[in-house]
């Protein structure tokens, strides 16, 4: 059936480039093409914050609505994701007039792709419409808020799942198991010669074939292709004060973000990200074009794509140590041609002291450093299996949501593991996405026997979860679920003594304890302060006796080898 004249035009196309979807227009438009077109479908998958239904997309050239099916015929699956932001709407509107010109015959998809595309991900931001909270941006007339219902950045939310947003997405991404996820965004920061940048997956982290793959071929694909048809790109900027001379670093996306966590499940991930001063006609024009090339390189390196995406998660199966943080390496750099405007001076209307703005009249191009070569700055052991006291449910539900397999002891086992018990930490003074993050984490290392109860949990690492497992159970992980505060109740003693009391009981205990004793006297003579502070060598000497409950500090995700 062939589209109406009434579903060929989009809001987009109605307002001549001015005005972008509303969620409701949004949804109404699939739910026509779906009605027009059996090689797309709608359906309802989770919930949202907002307290409506989330949709999916579904578009392949045999009809085939099966994610699983798609990738039992071999087709590379293709997860695209919009309006994170919705202030930055221009995937929205993009992906309208994509999936609306497949239907219509205008374009093309190649067999061995499928698309899985989220019209809308941040439904109370987009709900919260208004036409002032992108002071920096040229359009559209109005547009959607980056917090959602609950005031979150859904952007930071996909390890943490505060939100049923991200709880939902999980559910998407592990249905559609894409090869590459799209996440389209808009820029902010400084002025510069290009409608598109992009960024993708850290390519030394994703590692392994696909990571090289993606540097050394599907990368350069797309800088070529986005060149002919017109819309040159570079990699995301983040220079500062409006000097490129030094080139810019890489972005390093942690677990938190949406490239990080697809990365977790060697997922090619890109966050396209359009510039915010080009006018809103020509930043969904580039993500349009941008998406074509993304599909047709796809469809071109398919079977290779697939087959080391299939060799990289097999081989992190044998891997017994696995990285958990990275850090630029300044020894090494690409080198672009980058096109700027001069940034220059003036006197500010507003303060009377001098600040920085970009002279369109000036445009160069120059080479500069782009410092895209990463190494890891710090690796875990990975061990046979974590075990988990079930009463930590909250870790272990999203570990569920996330397809980890886990299996429960059939009944009390003392079983001796490996612990870990946190020996210094930082928090975030001021809240960072409803946590005060904790960093800077230091643990030490232990054997100890210790009493698990029936119903606790097993999780084995010799599954497709494997790197998600230690990124998100080892502590020293930057985007963990102890740096995340899900633990942080051990760090809270919950028993005490009272001083006259505990003095009594430690004079009886401390004389069948010599070695406890020599200690204290040791830290006396090295430790003035200490040897002034009775309040602190009674700790000492408690902190060493049975009294001290051992759950103190002790991290409980315990380590089987």
């Not at 099916?69 to 919009?82: D, M």
């Not at 904790?438 to 119903?455: C, M, R, S, Y």
């Amino acid at each position: 059936m062939g589209l109406g004249a009434a579903a060929q035009e989009t809001p987009f196309e109605r307002s001549a480039g001015k005005q972008s979807a509303t969620y409701a227009e949004c949804i109404a438009f699939y739910k026509d093409l779906d009605m027009r077109s059996p090689r797309l479908s709608i359906r309802e998958m989770g919930m949202s914050d907002a307290g409506y239904p989330y949709h999916v997309v579904l578009y392949s050239n045999d009809g085939v609505a099966d994610p699983g099916a798609w990738h039992r015929q071999h087709k590379l699956v293709i997860l695209i994701n919009n309006g994170i932001h919705p202030g930055e709407p221009d995937g929205i509107d993009a992906s309208m007039l994509l999936l609306r010109d497949l239907v219509a015959g205008k374009i093309s998809l190649p067999d061995n792709i499928a698309l899985a595309v989220i019209p809308l991900y941040n439904i109370g931001g987009a709900l919260n419409r208004t036409s002032f909270s992108r002071v920096n941006q040229n359009g559209p007339e109005s547009y959607g808020f980056r917090g959602n219902a609950q005031n979150l950045d859904l952007n930071r939310d996909f390890t943490k799942n505060d939100s049923r947003s991200a709880r939902s997405f999980a559910q998407i991404f592990h249905l559609v198991d894409p090869e590459i996820q799209i996440d389209n965004h808009v820029s902010d920061g400084a002025d510069y010669q290009y409608t598109m940048t992009l960024l993708a997956t850290q390519w030394n982290k994703l590692g392994g074939e696909l990571g090289v793959f993606l540097h050394d071929v599907y990368g350069p694909a797309l800088t070529a292709g986005m060149e002919k048809k017109g819309w040159p790109m570079t990699p995301y900027v983040e220079f500062e004060a409006g000097n490129p001379d030094r080139g810019w670093d890489g972005f390093y996306d942690e677990p938190r973000y949406s490239s990080g966590y697809a990365a977790l499940w060697h997922t090619v991930a890109f966050m396209p990200e359009t510039h915010m001063l080009k006018p809103f006609k020509d930043r969904v024009q580039a993500t349009y074009s941008l998406m074509t090339v993304m599909i047709a390189q796809a469809s071109l390196h398919a079977t290779e794509i697939i087959g080391m995406r299939k060799h990289d998660i097999a081989a992190d199966q044998d891997s017994s140590r696995l990285s958990l943080d990275w850090k630029v390496d300044t020894t090494r750099w690409d080198e672009l041609n980058f096109k700027g405007y001069s940034a220059e001076t003036k006197t500010s209307a507003i303060t009377g002291m001098p600040r920085l703005y970009y002279d369109r009249s000036k445009p160069f191009e120059k080479k500069v450093r782009f410092y895209d070569y990463f190494a890891a700055d710090a690796s875990a052991d990975v061990p046979a299996a974590y075990v988990i006291p079930q009463g930590w449910h909250a870790v272990t539900d999203l570990l569920a949501l996330n397809g980890v397999r886990m299996r429960r002891l059939l009944h009390d086992t003392l079983m001796t593991v490996e612990t870990y018990h946190i020996a210094g930490f930082e928090s975030y003074p001021r809240a960072y996405e409803k946590h005060h993050k904790n960093t800077a984490i230091k643990v030490t290392t232990d054997q100890e026997p210790i009493h698990f109860l029936k119903g606790d949990f097993i999780i084995t690492t010799g599954q497709p979860a494997r790197r998600f497992l230690v990124e998100m159970l080892e502590p020293t992980g930057e985007d963990s679920y102890f740096a995340w505060n899900f633990f942080d109740a051990i760090l809270q003693q919950k028993e005490g003594y009272s001083d006259y009391r505990w003095e009594d009981v430690a004079e009886v205990w401390i004389k069948d304890h010599p070695d406890v004793m020599a200690a204290l006297e040791e830290k006396k003579k090295s430790d003035s302060a200490f040897a002034r502070n009775a309040r602190a060598q009674l700790n000492f000497v408690y902190h060493r006796s049975p009294w001290y409950e051992p759950a103190h500090l002790r991290y409980p995700v315990y380590r089987l080898q």
